[in-house]
């Protein structure tokens, strides 16, 4: 089981940007697929984006153009660079560090804490 964690999330204002992290403790996750969702107020947790070990990525149309994923496996980390945000933005991010078969992405049962992003107007 990969504990992971997230950081980076905080307060910012309707058009600016937060780069969030995602590693894990005491583990790798550079042999898995991550996965960013978030769960904003009274809603599902949603894919916001997706890389696959090839490198290939996955965006939700919401945030397509405006977020990045990327992986740096020197720092066993996956960022996620969110740029223009908006107030629909707000929510708990959290990412997943799943598996791939038939390069088809599974995600795992665990989860780690989330990492709150607020944006306001």
């Known amino acids: 089981q990969v504990q992971i964690v997230e950081s980076g999330g905080g307060m910012v204002q309707a058009g600016g940007s937060l780069r969030l992290s995602c590693s894990a403790s005491?583990?790798?996750?550079?042999?898995?697929?991550i996965g960013w969702y978030r769960q904003g107020p009274a809603r599902l947790r949603d894919l916001v984006a997706r890389?696959?070990?090839?490198?290939?990525?996955y965006y939700a149309a919401s945030v397509k153009g405006r977020f990045t994923i990327s992986r740096d496996t020197t720092r066993n980390t996956v960022y996620l660079q969110m740029n223009s945000l908006q107030t629909d933005d707000t929510a708990v991010y959290y990412c997943n560090a799943g598996t791939e078969t038939d390069g088809r992405y599974y995600a795992s049962p665990y989860w780690g804490q989330g990492t709150q992003v607020t944006v306001s107007s």
């Open positions: 005491g583990s790798s996750i550079n042999g898995n697929p």
């Open positions: 890389i696959m070990l090839s490198g290939g990525t």
